[in-house]
Structures are given as C-alpha cells and as structure tokens.
C-alpha cells in the first residue's frame, strides 16, 4: 500500500507542526 508510508509521515509530523505554530502564535 503506496499510501501507509505518506499517512504514517503526516500522522507523525502533523504533532510537530501543531506544537511550532502554536508556540508561535503564542509569542
């Protein structure tokens, strides 16, 4: 299954992202 790897990438990177924009938007 081609898409496994991509939804395990965003699944996994989206919690990274989340956590920088919000501690942008905080400062």
Do not use: N, R
């Not at 919690?15 to 920088?20: G, N, Q, R």
């Amino acid at each position: 299954m081609p898409w496994q790897p991509l939804s395990m990438t965003v699944s996994g990177s989206f919690p990274t992202i989340a956590v920088s924009w919000l501690s942008l938007s905080v400062v």
